[in-house]
């Protein structure tokens, strides 16, 4: 039976199948198979096993990093002055860089028998979190060493001569890294790379040594003017086959000191004007023995593969700690402000035009901070989820984009003149970083989410993939054929369980039996994933290679793929803080917005996909009974943008980790004054209960003569949040160097 069926049905099936492969380069391969696959593969099943995301333990930190964070983390805040690094030093100041290296800030990821401190994801991501809330450079500078740098690339793949070698130096902070990778050719299209390493032979001191020529242009290399220790990502050669094989070798990261000679770190970037330390790579005949390679000759050609591996850090961890970090500054600024700024009479968050963005805002900063909490509890499991972790990257970035231009609207004037009040202007100044940095946004989005995560998700798909491509075609065709028909039967199920979920509204679509009132939730969620795995299928089934051109249409559906990632976030978060009555209307307000996307982002799948019939059979399986989801009701807005606006439980738990200076740090300012108009407010209502003038009021012993201070001094506080800076031309740098321009 089982030989029949391969002759008659597997084979010719198989032979159709080649033909809709797409073409894909060794880069894109490597991509693929990068990292692991972890809840996105639950997501794209289309039937998720809730009791695994419930088993998933999220958020604990050890003693040693619990007094990291209340000790060297609060003093390295202290010591920051923002408006000192990014407009006046354009640096950090010596003494920090000092108490981050003596401190062992750059040692977080460093395993301790190499003399680091061996911190958990999670607590790497709280670290720069909190960092992130008081300056965006320092952050910078903490993370770089802790994610995708010479680091964490030796732990995953160097050798034990090289680990024993650098990670201390590392660790101890005698070494500073960074990693070149973007050239002025290449940046996400690896196989345009042209910087080059070629194996030759040299003598030196006497002795022939094998090494490496590398000439390289690389730019945008955060670091780079600082580092010692230089991660360089080349295309190596052996023309002459010193090395005994191909030719072109290929992409090779090599270790590289910064002082070898030919090499230039020295010069340095301005990314959109900020004082993080960026730089080029440039390099003409620099040499370096061939034990450099990292990993040895054993990772010759796997560069690619490395750099694929290691990007869960950045993607996972930094970039999404830091854009959490600009939402909750948001979030608290922006309903503090909202309260403290009065216009008409009113403070301007009683404006529903103002109460809009505020619930964005506050929306996002809880999914976004429960999607960072979910991903770290992941990496902290053992994975290395590639297709999350880009998610992570283009979406937490993306929605700090909106979150900010939302607060930048709410402050107006108060935040766009720059100056040491300002709490603002850097996190937009710095966005365009975020987005562009680790895989362009539009890149991340249209190519690698839905690319990589439709091929790694699929239970069966890579494995018909491999068979197709097997050289023995038999055992190829076995394969094959074991696959096709579990993926028959997958599909069955998939498709009958989307129309049926469609004809009753998802009602009885799974979800956990612990789950009480979140049940509804849990089984939209389902239903969602069950709707993906149906159109993804019809997708890759009808489109075949093509799809890898309809960037367009992968885009929607990677973004259907984010958005219910993003939404089982919010639900563990909300399971695994006991499901705090505060934060109910967040999670409804989230789910509301997040299912109205979701269908959205289906109805243009469908409408823009090729063929009517196609269009036609979509629609039966996907909305039989159409699609009626709806965004957040203006009541439901009103109510999340409340609890910004007054004292609460969710008021404190929004502005969790943000750090609070003293003195005339802006964030300590608006929380004075906040807490100075409302006790202003309740003392103002007893004056007005008790219809007398506010001048009469402590000799008819309304208030006594310390409340009546109270509310004079409220004024002042009031006003010192709402002034904004202004300077002699010949007190500021930016203008002294346009008088001296001119």
Same mark, same amino acid.
């Given at each position: 039976?089982?030989?029949?069926?391969?002759?008659?049905?597997?084979?010719?099936?198989?032979?159709?199948?080649?033909?809709?492969?797409?073409?894909?380069?060794?880069?894109?391969?490597?991509?693929?198979?990068?990292?692991?696959?972890?809840?996105?593969?639950?997501?794209?099943?289309?039937?998720?096993?809730?009791?695994?995301?419930?088993?998933?333990?999220?958020?604990?930190?050890?003693?040693?990093?619990?007094?990291?964070?209340?000790?060297?983390?609060?003093?390295?805040?202290?010591?920051?002055?923002?408006?000192?690094?990014?407009?006046?030093?354009?640096?950090?100041?010596?003494?920090?860089?000092?108490?981050?290296?003596?401190?062992?800030?750059?040692?977080?990821?460093?395993?301790?028998?190499?003399?680091?401190?061996?911190?958990?994801?999670?607590?790497?991501?709280?670290?720069?979190?909190?960092?992130?809330?008081?300056?965006?450079?320092?952050?910078?500078?903490?993370?770089?060493?802790?994610?995708?740098?010479?680091?964490?690339?030796?732990?995953?793949?160097?050798?034990?001569?090289?680990?024993?070698?650098?990670?201390?130096?590392?660790?101890?902070?005698?070494?500073?890294?960074?990693?070149?990778?973007?050239?002025?050719?290449?940046?996400?299209?690896?196989?345009?790379?042209?910087?080059?390493?070629?194996?030759?032979?040299?003598?030196?001191?006497?002795?022939?040594?094998?090494?490496?020529?590398?000439?390289?242009?690389?730019?945008?290399?955060?670091?780079?003017?600082?580092?010692?220790?230089?991660?360089?990502?080349?295309?190596?050669?052996?023309?002459?086959?010193?090395?005994?094989?191909?030719?072109?070798?290929?992409?090779?990261?090599?270790?590289?000191?910064?002082?070898?000679?030919?090499?230039?770190?020295?010069?340095?970037?301005?990314?959109?004007?900020?004082?993080?330390?960026?730089?080029?790579?440039?390099?003409?005949?620099?040499?370096?023995?061939?034990?450099?390679?990292?990993?040895?000759?054993?990772?010759?050609?796997?560069?690619?593969?490395?750099?694929?591996?290691?990007?869960?850090?950045?993607?996972?961890?930094?970039?999404?700690?830091?854009?959490?970090?600009?939402?909750?500054?948001?979030?608290?600024?922006?309903?503090?402000?909202?309260?403290?700024?009065?216009?008409?009479?009113?403070?301007?968050?009683?404006?529903?035009?103002?109460?809009?963005?505020?619930?964005?805002?506050?929306?996002?900063?809880?999914?976004?901070?429960?999607?960072?909490?979910?991903?770290?509890?992941?990496?902290?499991?053992?994975?290395?989820?590639?297709?999350?972790?880009?998610?992570?990257?283009?979406?937490?970035?993306?929605?700090?984009?909106?979150?900010?231009?939302?607060?930048?609207?709410?402050?107006?004037?108060?935040?766009?003149?720059?100056?040491?009040?300002?709490?603002?202007?850097?996190?937009?100044?710095?966005?365009?970083?975020?987005?562009?940095?680790?895989?362009?946004?539009?890149?991340? !989005?249209?190519?690698?989410?839905?690319?990589?995560?439709?091929?790694?998700?699929?239970?069966?798909?890579?494995?018909?993939?491999?068979?197709?491509?097997?050289?023995?075609?038999?055992?190829?065709?076995?394969?094959?054929?074991?696959?096709?028909?579990?993926?028959?039967?997958?599909?069955?199920?998939?498709?009958?369980?989307?129309?049926?979920?469609?004809?009753?509204?998802?009602?009885?679509?799974?979800?956990?039996?612990?789950?009480?009132?979140?049940?509804?939730?849990?089984?939209?969620?389902?239903?969602?994933?069950?709707?993906?795995?149906?159109?993804?299928?019809?997708?890759?089934?009808?489109?075949?290679?093509?799809?890898?051109?309809?960037?367009?249409?992968?885009?929607?559906?990677?973004?259907?793929?984010?958005?219910?990632?993003?939404?089982?976030?919010?639900?563990?978060?909300?399971?695994?803080?006991?499901?705090?009555?505060?934060?109910?209307?967040?999670?409804?307000?989230?789910?509301?917005?997040?299912?109205?996307?979701?269908?959205?982002?289906?109805?243009?799948?469908?409408?823009?996909?090729?063929?009517?019939?196609?269009?036609?059979?979509?629609?039966?399986?996907?909305?039989?009974?159409?699609?009626? !989801?709806?965004?957040?009701?203006?009541?439901?807005?009103?109510?999340?943008?409340?609890?910004?606006?007054?004292?609460?439980?969710?008021?404190?738990?929004?502005? !969790?980790?943000?750090?609070?200076?003293?003195?005339?740090?802006?964030?300590?300012?608006?929380?004075?004054?906040?807490?100075?108009?409302?006790?202003?407010?309740?003392?103002?209502?007893?004056?007005?209960?008790?219809?007398?003038?506010?001048?009469?009021?402590?000799?008819?012993?309304?208030?006594?003569?310390?409340?009546?201070?109270?509310?004079?001094?409220?004024?002042?506080?009031?006003?010192?949040?709402?002034?904004?800076?202004?300077?002699?031309?010949?007190?500021?740098?930016?203008?002294?160097?346009?008088?001296?321009?001119?």
């Amino acid at each position: 039976m089982s030989s029949w069926r391969r002759r008659l049905i597997s084979k010719p099936v198989m032979a159709w199948y080649a033909g809709l492969l797409p073409e894909m380069s060794p880069t894109e391969a490597q991509a693929i198979e990068a990292g692991t696959v972890w809840w996105d593969k639950e997501i794209m099943s289309g039937r998720p096993d809730w009791a695994r995301l419930q088993a998933l333990e999220t958020g604990k930190l050890s003693q040693a990093e619990t007094d990291f964070i209340d000790g060297p983390v609060h003093k390295l805040c202290a010591m920051l002055d923002d408006w000192e690094v990014e407009h006046g030093l354009q640096d950090l100041p010596r003494p920090v860089w000092d108490f981050m290296v003596s401190e062992g800030f750059f040692a977080m990821i460093i395993p301790e028998e190499y003399g680091g401190k061996g911190f958990s994801a999670y607590a790497h991501s709280q670290i720069v979190r909190m960092i992130g809330t008081r300056s965006i450079t320092a952050a910078i500078t903490v993370m770089v060493p802790n994610s995708l740098g010479p680091g964490e690339l030796l732990m995953l793949y160097g050798t034990d001569e090289q680990k024993s070698r650098y990670l201390p130096r590392l660790a101890s902070g005698e070494d500073i890294p960074c990693f070149a990778l973007t050239g002025v050719e290449a940046g996400s299209d690896a196989s345009a790379m042209t910087d080059q390493g070629v194996v030759q032979e040299r003598e030196i001191d006497g002795q022939t040594v094998l090494g490496i020529s590398i000439t390289c242009d690389k730019r945008y290399i955060t670091l780079a003017p600082v580092a010692t220790l230089v991660g360089l990502a080349v295309r190596l050669r052996d023309p002459d086959g010193l090395l005994g094989g191909e030719e072109d070798l290929g992409i090779t990261v090599v270790l590289v000191p910064a002082d070898t000679p030919g090499l230039d770190t020295g010069r340095r970037h301005l990314p959109c004007g900020l004082a993080f330390q960026n730089g080029p790579v440039r390099g003409k005949d620099v040499f370096v023995p061939i034990d450099q390679i990292l990993g040895g000759k054993e990772q010759i050609g796997e560069g690619w593969k490395m750099l694929m591996g290691a990007l869960a850090a950045g993607r996972g961890i930094s970039l999404p700690s830091m854009s959490c970090a600009g939402a909750a500054v948001a979030a608290y600024s922006s309903g503090t402000y909202a309260r403290i700024r009065e216009q008409f009479g009113l403070p301007i968050g009683m404006f529903e035009g103002v109460r809009e963005p505020l619930a964005r805002i506050a929306s996002s900063a809880y999914l976004l901070d429960a999607a960072r909490l979910m991903t770290t509890a992941g990496l902290d499991a053992g994975e290395k989820p590639a297709v999350v972790s880009a998610i992570m990257k283009y979406h937490a970035t993306e929605r700090l984009r909106q979150v900010v231009n939302d607060a930048m609207d709410i402050h107006g004037g108060k935040a766009i003149v720059e100056g040491p009040r300002n709490h603002l202007a850097t996190i937009y100044k710095a966005l365009p970083v975020a987005i562009t940095v680790e895989g362009a946004n539009i890149l991340t !989005r249209s190519l690698i989410i839905f690319g990589q995560g439709s091929i790694r998700c699929h239970p069966y798909l890579l494995d018909e993939m491999k068979a197709v491509q097997n050289p023995d075609p038999e055992e190829g065709l076995k394969a094959f054929d074991k696959a096709l028909f579990a993926h028959i039967a997958h599909d069955i199920r998939n498709f009958s369980r989307s129309l049926f979920h469609g004809l009753t509204f998802g009602r009885f679509a799974n979800a956990p039996s612990d789950a009480g009132e979140l049940a509804p939730y849990y089984r939209q969620l389902t239903h969602a994933s069950t709707r993906l795995a149906v159109i993804s299928e019809m997708a890759l089934g009808i489109l075949g290679g093509s799809l890898k051109r309809k960037e367009a249409l992968s885009g929607r559906l990677g973004d259907i793929l984010a958005d219910i990632y993003l939404l089982c976030a919010v639900l563990k978060r909300f399971e695994a803080e006991g499901r705090q009555a505060c934060e109910k209307p967040l999670v409804e307000f989230c789910f509301q917005d997040g299912l109205h996307r979701i269908q959205e982002r289906l109805r243009a799948v469908i409408r823009h996909f090729p063929g009517w019939h196609w269009r036609v059979i979509l629609r039966v399986f996907i909305s039989p009974l159409g699609m009626y !989801r709806r965004a957040p009701s203006d009541r439901l807005t009103n109510s999340v943008a409340e609890l910004l606006l007054e004292p609460s439980a969710l008021h404190d738990r929004l502005a !969790r980790g943000v750090y609070m200076g003293e003195g005339a740090d802006p964030l300590a300012t608006l929380e004075r004054a906040f807490h100075a108009i409302i006790r202003r407010d309740e003392l103002l209502k007893r004056v007005k209960d008790a219809d007398i003038d506010l001048e009469k009021a402590v000799e008819a012993g309304v208030l006594n003569k310390s409340e009546y201070d109270e509310i004079k001094e409220a004024a002042s506080l009031i006003r010192e949040a709402l002034v904004t800076d202004d300077f002699e031309s010949s007190d500021n740098a930016a203008f002294a160097s346009i008088q001296a321009a001119q």
